[in-house]
């Protein structure tokens, strides 16, 4: 559950992007988590979290050993999961209001990416580009 401005949104469903799809300075990153949450209205709000090679998987290793083949087809998996032992520990973030980064593209979703990174064995790096290969959307141009 994530709560913002005392409206609580429930983990609807989460995914992963390869590269990243936010770019800080101009960098992205090796990856990026997101952590797709809906509130009772309908209204989307999305945890990005930027991913980047490093000694192990962490928390994240078991969802990496389930991996599926397939794109833009939903897998349950094998157990329950709490996300909060995946995320970095300092929660700070940037937030904006914008968009799905897929199809359709639909608008009005609350963002807030992570400032933090947390750390993807380069094993299962190369596993989820074997068998996900790029599916980023290109970074969009910021307009105030």
Request: proline share 7%; with cysteine.
């Amino acid at each position: 559950m994530l709560t913002l401005g005392g409206v609580d949104y429930g983990l609807q469903q989460f995914h992963f992007h390869g590269p990243s799809e936010h770019t800080f300075e101009g960098q992205g990153t090796d990856m990026e988590l997101h952590l797709v949450h809906k509130s009772a209205a309908g209204v989307n709000a999305v945890v990005g979290v930027k991913v980047v090679r490093g000694p192990s998987s962490g928390a994240l290793a078991r969802i990496f050993a389930q991996l599926p083949n397939d794109l833009d087809v939903h897998h349950s998996l094998a157990a329950p999961f709490n996300p909060d032992h995946f995320l970095p520990e300092n929660r700070s973030h940037y937030r904006y209001e914008g968009s799905l980064t897929t199809p359709p593209c639909s608008e009005g979703v609350r963002w807030l990416v992570l400032k933090d990174p947390i750390t993807v064995s380069s094993e299962d790096l190369a596993q989820y580009h074997e068998r996900i290969h790029f599916n980023a959307r290109p970074a969009q141009r910021f307009s105030r």
